[in-house]
Structure formats: C-alpha cells, structure tokens
C-alpha cells in the first residue's frame, strides 16, 4: 500500500495541530505532517495519497508572506509546483478557520448562492 503524505501550512499552529492528529488515524500508512514552508516539491510528489491542510484566509486568499504569514505558506509552496503533475493523485483537503478570532482573515463575506 502506498504511504500517505500529509502537508500543512499553518501561521498559528492550529493546522498543524490537526494534521499530527490526522497523522495518527490510519495508523503506520501515513508518514509525518510537514509544513510546506520546510518542503520541497520532490518530497510532496512522492506521494500518491496526499492530505493538504491549510488556514482560511479572506475570501480566496492562499495563506502566505501577503498574508502575514512571516514564515510563508501555501502561496509560495505552490510556486514550486506550477510544473507538476498531479494526475493520478488522492489529494484529501482540509481547511480551517476561525471567524471570532481572526475576523479580518475568515471568508466570512462570502455570499451564498
């Protein structure tokens, strides 16, 4: 069976927080959460099972150094993959937010349709 990659980009901690938690359910299939601020597009290829978690940021905002991110995030990280090949791929997404506390951040205006 294929192994599991698990990727984060967090500014507070709270996305990685839930992706070590995640890490742990399917037991010895998914390898350790990495932060994609640590990673290179190699190691997140090598996987053919991904989940990808991330903070909400604004009304489609990616999280990053535009966003207040100091250490960066998704913005840059998926920089290096504009030439990648993703087909084929499981990707399982997950996203977090919190409208009380980071309210200038949270896609709280969006309207629904």
């Given at each position: 069976?294929?192994?599991?990659g698990i990727f984060f980009g967090t500014d ?28 290179e597009a190699s190691e997140f290829m090598g ?67």
């Amino acid at each position: 069976m294929n192994r599991i990659g698990i990727f984060f980009g967090t500014d507070s901690g709270t996305t990685r927080l839930m992706a070590k938690k995640m890490s742990k359910k399917p037991g010895d299939v998914a390898d350790k959460p990495l932060n994609v601020n640590r990673t290179e597009a190699s190691e997140f290829m090598g996987y053919d099972a991904l989940i990808v978690g991330t903070p909400s940021y604004g009304e489609g905002q990616l999280p990053g150094v535009a966003t207040g991110v100091q250490q960066g995030s998704w913005e840059e990280f998926l920089l290096k993959l504009e030439n990648a090949d993703m087909s084929g791929r499981r990707v399982a997404l997950y996203g977090l937010g919190n409208q009380d506390k980071y309210t200038a951040q949270f896609g709280n205006n969006v309207p629904l349709v």
